[in-house]
């Protein structure tokens, strides 16, 4: 299989945990983004990379929130001090541009519950 | 600022019948790229078409067409002959070159119900 994968799939956690979830893009995307889902909504953006770099972040990224890329291939995304509104499905995507035209490809979401 | 709209929450249709959802946008951009993600129960967005906003032709893929209409703002998608396997959440979006990233801008989602 050869999509984006997401891990862990589920995470139930007390509030004032710290989460941290993975993502691995699509073999030679080299960009990648963070959405996030809540109940009944459209997916929001969060977060973007290119390769490495992290190039923007919404204003719905908390000083909470923070997401790294080191070698421009995985990325995770982890939330310190969770709340229960951080209850919410957790999407990452890539693309790369050369070839599908900002198609962006999403994996399996990691769904998180905060207690 | 973008924005998409779908205004359908939800539809409920029996098997084999067509079923269309809308989609309207606002962009300022005049190169933009709209979207149709289909997320089934397992929760994972699944990519059906692509369109940018220099081609208004329509397309057919199966029992897929999607209808671009600029003049009114609006990306329909209809499913001809319905399944019970189409049944899904469907979501329409937006991304234009203002985003710099290409992020995607998603509308609220119509949830389809199909009923054998």
């Known amino acids: 299989d050869t999509g984006v994968s997401q891990n862990p799939r589920h995470k139930i956690t007390k509030r004032g945990q710290n989460v941290t979830f993975r993502c691995d893009p699509i073999s030679e995307h080299n960009r990648l983004y963070w959405y996030r889902q809540t109940l009944g909504q459209g997916p929001e953006f969060l977060t973007y990379f290119q390769n490495e770099a992290q190039l923007e972040k919404s204003r719905l990224l908390s000083d909470r929130f923070s997401a790294e890329r080191p070698k421009g291939s995985f990325s995770t995304l982890e939330i310190q001090r969770t709340e229960q509104g951080d209850s919410a499905m957790y999407l990452c995507?890539?693309?790369?541009?050369?070839?599908?035209?900002?198609?962006?490809?999403f994996g399996p979401g990691t769904r998180l519950l905060v207690l | 600022a973008q924005k998409v709209t779908q205004a359908q929450t939800e539809i409920s249709v029996v098997e084999k019948e067509d079923v269309t959802l809308d989609c309207v946008y606002e962009t300022r951009d005049t190169t933009y790229y709209l979207f149709w993600y289909k997320q089934p129960p397992s929760g994972e967005l699944v990519f059906l078409i692509r369109r940018n906003s220099f081609d208004e032709q329509n397309e057919i893929s199966g029992r897929y067409s999607w209808n671009f209409q600029k003049s009114t703002s609006s990306f329909n998608f209809t499913i001809t002959a319905s399944q019970v396997v189409d049944s899904a959440v469907y979501f329409c979006a937006l991304s234009g070159r203002s985003q710099g990233a290409q992020k995607l801008v998603f509308g609220q989602g119509t949830r389809l119900t199909i009923n054998p």
């Open positions: 995507a890539s693309s790369f541009p050369a070839t599908s035209a900002e198609t962006q490809y």
